[in-house]
């Protein structure tokens, strides 16, 4: 069956710009989490979604949102882009939201502030 | 939160079973542990979780501590394809998020 899959794979941003990336989970799997990697920090807990609704977010300013639709795609989106916002940005989705559901991660949205 | 500590580096010759330890001394009685690698440039591959049993698949084992504060994930046979950072994780209290540890970088050597 098809992964998770990530678009776009590659982005480049001026400072200052907004950017979206899309998400989509697998087939059946209704709870998407994402995440920032970073050299300096990590992985990083940015938000989560079930059914459409926000159920956790991460310690990032508010310029970092996204949204889960009812198909369970989901978008991340950054306004007021900051050179420090390069980073590899990870999708994971989930069957269930729970302690037994492992996640299935994406290869990944890698972003360029320049 | 369930904080998680790992060795930043380990070696291993390939065929020799890998050791991978975990110290998770924080984690509460309904926390799973979970294991991720992650090779270059890759998403991280889930690998196995546990609560309190060991646990074993096709990929790896998992020995955790009878009081819980440790685990060991233990790959079998190493082979070249299992160099990777390998991730213990926890997860935050009372939430579903995954908190990441700084990894160890296993290499396994030919």
């Known amino acids: 069956k098809a992964g998770v899959t990530q678009t776009p794979r590659y982005l480049i941003k001026t400072r200052g710009q907004q950017v979206t990336l899309s998400c989509s989970p697998i087939?059946?799997?209704?709870?998407v989490s994402w995440y920032q990697q970073t050299p300096g920090q990590g992985l990083q807990f940015l938000f989560e979604?079930?059914?459409?609704?926000?159920?956790n977010k991460g310690n990032f300013p508010g310029r970092f949102s996204g949204r889960q639709f009812s198909n369970s795609r989901s978008e991340m989106n950054v306004s007021t882009l900051e050179l420090g916002d390069s980073a590899l940005y990870l999708c994971?989705?989930?069957f269930g939201q729970g302690y037994n559901y492992g996640y299935t991660f994406g290869s990944g949205t890698r972003l360029t502030v320049v | 939160d369930a904080k998680t500590t790992q060795p930043p580096s380990m070696d291993c010759a390939e065929g020799r079973a890998a050791n991978l330890p975990c110290n998770h001394s924080?984690?509460?009685?309904?926390?799973?542990v979970y294991w991720y690698r992650q090779i270059h440039s890759q998403g991280p591959q889930y690998i196995i979780h546990?609560?309190?049993n060991n646990e074993t698949n096709e990929m790896a084992s998992l020995i955790i501590t009878e009081d819980r504060k440790s685990s060991t994930l233990i790959l079998p046979h190493a082979t070249l394809r299992d160099t990777a950072v390998y991730y213990c994780?926890?997860?935050?209290?009372?939430?579903?998020?995954?908190?990441f540890g700084t990894g160890t970088r296993l290499k396994v050597l030919a």
């Open positions: 994971a989705s989930s």
């Open positions: 087939s059946g799997h209704r709870s």
């Open positions: 979604y079930f059914s459409e609704t926000q159920r």
């Open positions: 924080t984690i509460s009685g309904n926390e799973y």
């Open positions: 546990g609560l309190k």
């Open positions: 994780i926890g997860q935050a209290s009372g939430t579903y998020k995954y908190i």
